[in-house]
Each structure stands twice: as structure tokens, then as C-alpha cells.
């Protein structure tokens, strides 16, 4: 019962991050009904960015400064190259693609020049061994730490949709695009600032994720990406509240099953419901059935 | 510039060419160096594997980031089957490939649920699992070491009836599987089947209205690509004796995808072209494997912008989908709208009773009872949102009704699926005309005679059976129906060159190939100019000499007074008038709706 309640704790730790990815693939699904297919890309680019700054000397905070912006950057890198281009081509398999092949370029780009090995990540709030005791149950400060976090940024990414302009006006576009066009809202500026605030969201991401993990490499964002993918589709795509119930899941019954029977089998098991959901309930457990127009 | 594409397009795409390249690596093989033939079988492999992508990828347009698994299911099977089960090579390399079929059939329940990027999240999900599945199960698979010590040509342990194979035999069984694959592939491609992928791709939804079961069609595609890919899959495993998780990653689905779409999607040369071009380069630069994921990453980027046809877009010309041997056996057409003699002129054919169909709040069609006798054109008119394109529709099946039945020919057809009802007579065309723009004019229009072929993708592919007597006989019948159409001359032409009011006729063309009993025409006089129209009204005037009951939607009153025998006015999803077309103009109701109420003056009030 014990060891459950612990893994369960971690599960939710996890889920968090998994829920923060989910949130920001949902930023740029409202503004350009796209999903970042190499999103992991842009959150190992922030996590190893920060452990290389952090390793030659900078300090803790500059560095992860330097690695969000550089995975904001990268993301409207990725709007200009990769999705505004295949707005045109039509369909949804040129910009799947093209961003799928935008995170194996920055992967391919980290790995030859920054090395493909694991890096050590430091530590920026709490080390590892430092615990809490819960009810008696000892549990690692870091992932209450984490779940806090996470949840804080995904808080405050929905009061702000909920309560700026803009945020108003990517609720607006995420309705109905051409309506909001018209009211000649400046959509250009929303997409971009939308995919700079997912890339430097998902950076944070990796950043927590490090924390945990303790260590980053190249290949670090793709497995996180598809426990993202996971969270969103069993919330539904494009809600919040439903990544974040979503990753919650996820990130418990992965811990669960990991601790119990392997890691592997954990991860399995995830792929596993994103088949079954995707397969029986497309929309997700919280979304409605989008009607199908003629 | 275009003559040399021309003709290396003709030389490489002919089945002799293959063949005699085929005969060329069989007589060559013994005297190769070892590392040559090894190329050569990689490449030749990889071509399989390409052609495998594109089947799915390529041209019936479901997106696969997961095609290694099948290769890897196939693999593993057949390895384990010669190393296990003592089956023979011979045997047990179908048998994976089986295996890999019946995987892709089945993975294609449920990613015929989803569609765009969910199928690529879900192909994702499947290429994964593969792979956690093998490393997990090493009782058998090996686990992450895999498995060794396959019986292979390098190990000289391959016996195939009696014979130990060496590389020079084993790259001749390559050369001479790849050869049958291409051809049966060429001739898969150009047929009904082909055809049906690609019609697939553009729009499913337009598919059913033709009769053509995009369901199945799709079904048909995971299954075939998935056992070509597993063909290719236990190939390879033979031939390098060493199966490991490893080989199947996400890293080579990548390497698929890059492939298929370097040399161009949809183009078979071009998966040719694709698949040796990757399987030499890596051979002869030496800084490629360094670059190589930056190399994959930014072509995947850039390849639907800047060459989204591939290296085949470059070299060849673009592939046509109709064998020019079925279309010299095809009969010299005659001009015919496809009108049959069956139908009894003045008999009822359709008839819908308290049809309805409502969106959440708001009712669109209410309470609305109509028939259509064989001969008979009916006027269905309205403003706009009256609820006409909802009724057609809910009459084609693309929405089920809320509630109310429709009889087509005395059975119900309520609620059927939309291929289904097309294929019982009812058949539809709409707003937008949904065609297949890289498709010529008749390929178009034999995607309606789609229904009425029985051939299969066996006989397709190999030009034997059924398909030496539909394939022609339909490529004649889309010519008579384009000579009555006034469409003859521009048969030959690709559709996205034409102007906007061809397509329209085009469609409608199509749409005639279905032999339809009923025929529902969804606005098909907008855009069109003066003498477009014209054809439009000959053919649905020779349509109703021949029986055919044709309800019209249009805002094209002219037009419409020339060719309907009635007309029925909605207004907010009821019928407010029924009659001549004459007396519609002074009925008080429908001058009310298009106009707004008149106010009765009244100048004491």
C-alpha cells in the first residue's frame, strides 16, 4: 500500500508535466488547428540548453532563461517554416510531417553539436534526496515540488486565456478563425505569440522533467511528447482541465504499472489507452463529437 | 526538356525495362563483388519497403508513421518459424508476410475511426508498442538482443528445396520478387483499385457518393501495404541473419517516410528512385550518417512546399491511372447519359414521408413528405438555409434523418450509409465539385463505374480475369457518357487545368457512370456559363427521357424552367409550395420568403 501511495504521489508528479505538455500542444491548436509533432524536440532543446549553459558556469537561472527563449524561438521558427507554409498544401498530412521532421532536424542538430550523450542536469529548487514525510509516508520533495509547479503554469496560462485580450482573442480564433479575421483582429501576432508561449511552456516542461529524471539527452523529449499526446487525447483535445485530468491519469497509471512490472510496460500500457481512446472515443472522455460538416 | 522526361518516364515505368533490369541483376549477380550485392539487395528491399508506404501513405492518403512494425511482425515471424518451428524458407517468408497483413487489417478498425493527425498519433502509438512488446517479450523475441544465428545466404545456412543459397542467390529471389511486385503493382495502380485509393485521398465523403465503400477501400489499403511492407520485412531479416528491436524503431519508420517521399508520393518509379537513392548515398558519403537526421528532418520540412510531387515530380512525367491496353480493347463509345431501359417511366422511385433532421436546437428539414416518379424532374427551391442541401443530404445518407423514412424503389433506405444507398440507384452531386485534381477527365468519371467492376486486386494487378472485360467496357461506357456530355475533347485533360465549370459537368459525368435511378443534383448550374448550362440541360433532359427520376437544387430559375416538371419551395425547412414553376412566380407565400412580407397597405391603420 505504501510503495502505491508512492508511486501513485510520483504518477501525479509526472502527470503534471504530462498535462503541461498536453496544455501547450493545445496553444497552438486553438490558434492554427495544428499539433507540434515535434514539440519533445523543442522541450529537449530547452532542457539541454539550460544543462550545457549550467555545466560551463552560468547560473542556474540565466541559463534556463536562455534555454526557454530558445525553445520560444524555435517554436515560431517552427510556425514559419512548418505550419504557415502548409496552410496552403491543405490537408493535415504536410504540416504533421513537415513538424514531425522540424523536431528530428533539431534533434539531429542538439545530438551533432552538443553530443548525443546524457547530460547531468542541475538542480534548480530542491535536490533529489531531499524528502517529505506525508502521513507518514516519506516522499520526494521534488515531485511535490513539480506537481505545484506545473499546476501554478497551467493556472495561469487559463486565467489568462480566460481574462486578457488576448487571451480572448484565441478563445475567438479557436471558434471560428474567419469570423475573427474578419473583425480584423491582427492574427498573425496571436499565432505567433500563441506558438512562442508553447515553446517556452514546453520548456518549462523539460526543465521539471530534468528535475526528476536528473538528466537530459537528445532523445529525452520524444517519449514525453507522446505521454503529452496521451494526456491530451484522453481529455479531449484542446481543453485544459481535460489534459490536466488526463495527464493525471496517465502519469498514475504509468508510474503504477512501471513500479509493479516494468518501466517498459508502463509506457506500453499508455500507448495502449491512446489506441483504445483514439479508437473508441476520438473526441476524448470530457469532449463532444465535433458534427461532421458536408 | 519535357520529351526527355517524356520518354525516361515510358522506359522506366515499362514492365520490359524492370524485367530486363531484373534479368540483368539475375545474370550479373555471381559476378558482382560481395559489397555490390549487397547494395543491391538492400536497395531492392527498400524499394519494396517504399512501394509498401506508398500504397498507404501515398495513395490512399492515410498518413503511416509506424510502417516499420509491419516489417518487424513480419520479420520476427517468419525468423522465428525457420528457427522455431523448422518451417522452411520457403514457407515461412509468406507466412510473415501474412502475418503483416492481417496486423495491418487489423490495426485498420480502429484507425478507420480516425482521421488527419489522430492517424498519425495512432500509427505512432502502433509502430511503438511493436517495439515495447519485442523488447519486453524476450522469451521469444529475444528481448533487446534480439535474435541471431538466422539461417542466411552470408552464413551459407539458407537450404530452399535442397539448395544452399549464397548472396549472388539471394539477390537473384530479390531481384526477381521485386520485379513481380513492381508489375503487379503497375497494374494495380492503374485499375479500378488504384483508383479507388486516390478517390479515397481527396475525399472520402465523395468516394461513398459514388458507391465506392471508403471503408473498405481503406481496409484494403493497411492490408496490402502491410504485407508488402512484411514481405520486405522477413526478406531483410534473412538476409542479414539478425532480427533486433532495434531495426523496426521510429527512426526507420522515419527512414520509410523519407523515402516515399523523396522520390515522390503516389509515384512508383518515383518510390524506385526514392529507395535506392537512400540506400546509395549512405554507401558513398561517408559524412551522411553523421548528417543523416539532419538530412531526414529538413526534407521532411520542406518537401510539400518546395517538391511536394518528389524527385519523380522532376524525372517523370505524372503517372495516369487507365492501362492504354484496356483502352485500346474498349469498344468505340457511344453517346449515352447511361440510361436504361428497365425503368418504367411515371413509377414511383423515391418517395420520403415526414423527413426531418434537426442540428442540436435547430431543425433544418421539418416534417417534409415528397416523391419522385421515373422521368420526372423536380425543382427543389428555396433561400438560402431553407434546408435544400439538408435534404439531399439526409436522402443520400450522409446524415441519418432525425426521424421519417425514405423508400427508394419500395425499400427503405433510411439511415443506410451513403455508398450503400448509392449503390442501390440513389447517387448524388455536390456544391463543391469533389473530384480528383491530378486525375484526367475520364479517370474521374471511371471512378463512378467503380460499382459496377468485379475484379479484384489480384486480376487488377496482373491483368488476368475479370477485369480484361470490365476494364474496357467501362473506359467505353466513360466515353459515351463524355461524348454526351459534349466532354470528348477535353477527356484527356487534367481535371485541376480545367475551368471551374467543367468540373461541375465532370461530376455530374461521374455521377452518370453510377447508372443511377435517381440522381440528385446539388446546385449544378452555379459558376457555369451560358453554353456550359446548355449541356447541363441536354443531359438531364435525355436523363428524363430515359427514365431517370432527377431532383435539382438550384438558385438558376431559367434554367430550372427549362428542365424540371415541378418544383417544391422550403422556407425554414417546410414546404410552403408545390406546382408548376409558372405559378410558383405569383404565389403570395414564396414571393413572401424570398422578398420579405409585404405589408398590406393599409394607409387607415
Known amino acids: 500500500m505504501r510503495f502505491t501511495i508512492t508511486l501513485a504521489v510520483a504518477g501525479l508528479s509526472v502527470g503534471s508535466i504530462y498535462a503541461l505538455i498536453a496544455v501547450t500542444l493545445n496553444l497552438t491548436f486553438w490558434t492554427t488547428r495544428t499539433v507540434n509533432f515535434g514539440q519533445g524536440a523543442i522541450l529537449m532543446l530547452c532542457t539541454m540548453a539550460t544543462a550545457v549553459a549550467a555545466r560551463s558556469g552560468v547560473p542556474i537561472w540565466l541559463a534556463g532563461t536562455v534555454g526557454i527563449l530558445a525553445s520560444a524561438f524555435a517554436m515560431v521558427i517552427a510556425e514559419r517554416v512548418c505550419v504557415l507554409p502548409a496552410s496552403k498544401v491543405g490537408g493535415s498530412m504536410g504540416w504533421a510531417v513537415s513538424t514531425l521532421g522540424f523536431g528530428i532536424l533539431i534533434q539531429g542538430i542538439v545530438s551533432k553539436y552538443l553530443g548525443n550523450q546524457a547530460v547531468a542536469f542541475p538542480d534548480v529548487v530542491l535536490d533529489a534526496a531531499q524528502f517529505v514525510d506525508l502521513f507518514g509516508i516519506r516522499i520526494g520533495a521534488q515531485y511535490l515540488v513539480v506537481f505545484a509547479f506545473s499546476l501554478t503554469v497551467i493556472a495561469l496560462l487559463d486565467l489568462a486565456i480566460r481574462y486578457t485580450v488576448w487571451g480572448r482573442v484565441v478563445q475567438a480564433v479557436a471558434q471560428d478563425p474567419e469570423l475573427t479575421r474578419v473583425f480584423g483582429v491582427p492574427m498573425r501576432r496571436v499565432v505567433v505569440v500563441s506558438f512562442a508561449l508553447s515553446g517556452a511552456m514546453a520548456g518549462v516542461a523539460g526543465i521539471l522533467t530534468a528535475q526528476i529524471i536528473g538528466t537530459v539527452d537528445p532523445a529525452f523529449g520524444f517519449s514525453l511528447l507522446i505521454s503529452g499526446f496521451v494526456a491530451s487525447i484522453v481529455g479531449g483535445f484542446g481543453r485544459n482541465w481535460g489534459a490536466l485530468l488526463g495527464g493525471l491519469v496517465i502519469g498514475v497509471i504509468e508510474q503504477v504499472v512501471g513500479g509493479y512490472v516494468s518501466t517498459a510496460a508502463g509506457h506500453g500500457v499508455s500507448l495502449a489507452v491512446l489506441m483504445v481512446v483514439l479508437a473508441v472515443r476520438p473526441q476524448g472522455l470530457l469532449g463532444r463529437a465535433e458534427a461532421v460538416k458536408a | ?605
Open chain 2, 1 to 605: 526538356m519535357t520529351r526527355i522526361r517524356f520518354l525516361l518516364g515510358a522506359v522506366l515505368c515499362d514492365a520490359r525495362f524492370v524485367g530486363l533490369l531484373a534479368l540483368a541483376i539475375v545474370a550479373a549477380a555471381p559476378h558482382l563483388s560481395e559489397a555490390t550485392r549487397q547494395l543491391i539487395s538492400f536497395a531492392v528491399i527498400n524499394i519494396l519497403i517504399a512501394c509498401s508506404i506508398n500504397l498507404l501513405t501515398g495513395m490512399a492518403g492515410q498518413i503511416s508513421l509506424g510502417q516499420a512494425a509491419f516489417m518487424g511482425i513480419a520479420a520476427y515471424a517468419s525468423v522465428l518459424l525457420v528457427k522455431v518451428a523448422g518451417w522452411p524458407f520457403a514457407l515461412s517468408v509468406p507466412a510473415g508476410a501474412l502475418m503483416a497483413a492481417a496486423a495491418g487489417w487489423i490495426l485498420s478498425w480502429p484507425a478507420g475511426r480516425v482521421r488527419e493527425f489522430y492517424l498519425a498519433m495512432m500509427t505512432l502509438g502502433f509502430g511503438m508498442i511493436f517495439v515495447e512488446v519485442v523488447r519486453e517479450w524476450d522469451s521469444v523475441t529475444g528481448g533487446v538482443m534480439g535474435i541471431t544465428g538466422i539461417p542466411s545466404p552470408q552464413l551459407r545456412s539458407l537450404v530452399v528445396f535442397g539448395r544452399t543459397l549464397d548472396t549472388a542467390d539471394y539477390l537473384r529471389l530479390l531481384a526477381v520478387i521485386a520485379a513481380a511486385v513492381l508489375f503487379w503493382l503497375s497494374g494495380l495502380n492503374r485499375s479500378r483499385v488504384g483508383r479507388a485509393f486516390f478517390a479515397v485521398h481527396e475525399s472520402e465523403t465523395a468516394a461513398d457518393s459514388i458507391g465506392i465503400d471508403s471503408a473498405m477501400v481503406k481496409r484494403q489499403a493497411y492490408t496490402l501495404s502491410a504485407g508488402l511492407a512484411g514481405l520486405a520485412g522477413a526478406l531483410y531479416g534473412h538476409l542479414v541473419s539478425y532480427v533486433g528491436p532495434e531495426s523496426f524503431e521510429l527512426h526507420r519508420s522515419i527512414e520509410i517516410l523519407v523515402m516515399s517521399v523523396i522520390g515522390g508520393l503516389g509515384s512508383l518509379p518515383g518510390q524506385v528512385v526514392g529507395a535506392v537513392a537512400l540506400t546509395w548515398l549512405p554507401l558513398q558519403l561517408e559524412v551522411f550518417e553523421d548528417f543523416k537526421f539532419i538530412l531526414y528532418g529538413a526534407v521532411l520540412v520542406a518537401i510539400f512546399v518546395v517538391m511536394p510531387r518528389g524527385l519523380a515530380g522532376l524525372l517523370f512525367p505524372p503517372p495516369r491511372m487507365i492501362r492504354p491496353a484496356w483502352r485500346q480493347a474498349a469498344a468505340p463509345p457511344t453517346a449515352t447519359t447511361g440510361g436504361s431501359a428497365r425503368r418504367v417511366v411515371g413509377r414511383t422511385v423515391l418517395a420520403w414521408t415526414g423527413l426531418r433532421r434537426s442540428f442540436g436546437g435547430l431543425t433544418a428539414v421539418a416534417d417534409f413528405s415528397c416523391e419522385l416518379a421515373a422521368g420526372e424532374v423536380l425543382g427543389l427551391i428555396g433561400p438560402n438555409g431553407s434546408g435544400k442541401s439538408t435534404t439531399i443530404n439526409v436522402l443520400s445518407g450522409l446524415y441519418p434523418p432525425s426521424s421519417g423514412r425514405i423508400e427508394l424503389a419500395g425499400a427503405d433506405v433510411s439511415g443506410l450509409p451513403p455508398h450503400v444507398v448509392a449503390r442501390r440507384g440513389m447517387v448524388r452531386t455536390f456544391q463543391d465539385p469533389r473530384l480528383v485534381g491530378r486525375f484526367t477527365v475520364l479517370e474521374n468519371v471511371l471512378l463512378g463505374a467503380h460499382v459496377h467492376a468485379r475484379y479484384g486486386a489480384l486480376e487488377a494487378g496482373f491483368g488476368i480475369g475479370r477485369i480484361r472485360r470490365d476494364e474496357p467496357a467501362a473506359i467505353a461506357r466513360a466515353a459515351g457518357v463524355l461524348t454526351a456530355m459534349g466532354l470528348d475533347d477535353v477527356a484527356d485533360r487534367v481535371l485541376e487545368t480545367l475551368p471551374y465549370g467543367y468540373r461541375r459537368l465532370v461530376e455530374v459525368a461521374r455521377a452518370l457512370m453510377v447508372e443511377p435511378d435517381v440522381l440528385l443534383l446539388d446546385e449544378p448550374a452555379a459558376g457555369l456559363s451560358e453554353g456550359e448550362i446548355g449541356r447541363l440541360e441536354r443531359a438531364v433532359l435525355d436523363l428524363r427521357a430515359a427514365g431517370v427520376a432527377v431532383l435539382i437544387v438550384d438558385h438558376h430559375m431559367d434554367f430550372l424552367a427549362r428542365v424540371v416538371d415541378r418544383v417544391v419551395v422550403l422556407d425554414g425547412g417546410r414546404e410552403i409550395f408545390r406546382g408548376a414553376i409558372g405559378a410558383m412566380r405569383d404565389d403570395p407565400k414564396v414571393a413572401e420568403c424570398y422578398l420579405g412580407r409585404m405589408e398590406t397597405t393599409d394607409a387607415r391603420g
